[in-house]
């Protein structure tokens, strides 16, 4: 049975003044909470489920026994959850503390200048962990990484992917050593670009793109070539596409 | 002014019932709406925009002469929009009528088998219309093309793609002399199938993928190779990753 108190508690970590506050934050589904769970990035304080997910995960106390389990309700974790369907398990993670020492050399590094769509975050993400990138660096502006829907849409790869929010200008001009690249609707064809081993790739904006101040510190425009009518491409779609390609 | 009854009927829209009986859907945002009244595919019935939106679009009403024009307040927009954050223009516009006539030799077409999240199904509308790709098929569980999520997320092309709703199954069969592609987690590389000059590409559904009677219509499994974690790709995504190595 979940008190009003521990209900309201869960509930405030779905905004981010509550999150930052409290250090926290809120994980939903059996792929991402398992993905979660699993990875020793994330440490986890509490876990609302249904009776058929212990039985689904048995051995799950025995292996989290720094973890509070609670059975609860079906309307107890509708109360919690905040999706408009809810799953069968809920978890509270501890943030991640941000890595200072990064190693972005010999490597493909992606930086987000204000991506602010929580799915487009997510999604992107999920990409980065598919084609085995590292880093992400994410402009102070971009969507919080700990929003319920950003989580959602990693589908799991939150856990595997090392994300760092920082002013990305100054950012870039530590790290003028690396070739910088941005996702552009002009410059080289990416198919012309070839593989690449070691670079930093920006992505822009959902709206505006890339900044004009984060766009003086870039080596190469490349471009996704288009056969047809569409204006633009969404910023996840270009991601993976790009990667794709560059990987 | 707009009337209650008015407001009511808009808010219907929304639903796929009311769209289905009505024959209408709904479009929202400049640039949405004015992708849609350039197209030649869609009649516009109604537009309700603010006074901002008519002084930037000062001779519209005189290339549209059979659309109703209403200027509204803020307000008006808010309580008839489908969007949290409604735009300086909303339009009722007529459902298409289905090419029966389809031609899809010399050509890619996509197929979609239950795309469900009405957010992919638009942005993979968005995709067909950049690689120049004339013609989605939609099995019958897919989301809804009028769909107010479907309608934003396209970002206009709906208006340049031609769009089928169809027994997905009958529909390949009776296309057997076309080479059929499936998108799947296991098959041959997307990379070294080459340019393809024509073919049917079958998305599967986001969770399930693509089911077991369309699978048996399949020539030819494809991959998108992974060098990293993630599961799988958002459907969207891979679409976009497909089309980019295929067009």
Not at 72 to 92: G, N, R, W
């Amino acid at each position: 049975m979940l008190s009003k108190t521990h209900t309201k508690y869960i509930q405030s970590l779905q905004h981010k003044k509550f999150r930052d506050e409290s250090g926290l934050f809120i994980a939903e589904g059996p792929k991402v909470v398992l993905d979660l769970l699993n990875s020793r990035n994330f440490i986890c304080k509490e876990v609302f489920a249904l009776n058929e997910w212990f039985d689904l995960n048995e051995n799950i106390k025995s292996i989290h026994t720094g973890t509070l389990f609670v059975e609860v309700k079906d309307f107890e974790l509708k109360k919690i959850s905040a999706l408009s369907t809810s799953h069968s398990v809920l978890a509270v993670f501890e943030k991640r503390k941000q890595d200072s020492g990064l190693k972005i050399t010999n490597k493909l590094t992606l930086a987000l200048d204000m991506v602010q769509d929580p799915g487009n975050l997510g999604t992107i993400i999920r990409i980065a962990d598919w084609f085995g990138i590292e880093n992400i660096i994410c402009s102070e502006g971009c969507a919080d990484m700990y929003n319920s829907k950003v989580v959602q849409s990693t589908m799991g790869s939150l856990g595997r992917v090392n994300i760092i929010y920082t002013d990305l200008e100054a950012w870039l001009q530590q790290n003028k050593k690396i070739r910088i690249y941005a996702a552009s609707l002009e410059g080289v064809s990416i198919k012309s670009i070839g593989k690449l081993h070691e670079g930093i790739i920006i992505i822009g904006n959902e709206a505006h793109g890339i900044s004009e101040s984060v766009m003086q510190q870039v080596n190469e425009k490349m471009t996704i070539p288009k056969t047809g009518a569409a204006e633009s491409l969404n910023a996840a779609v270009a991601t993976g596409i790009i990667l794709s390609h560059l990987v």
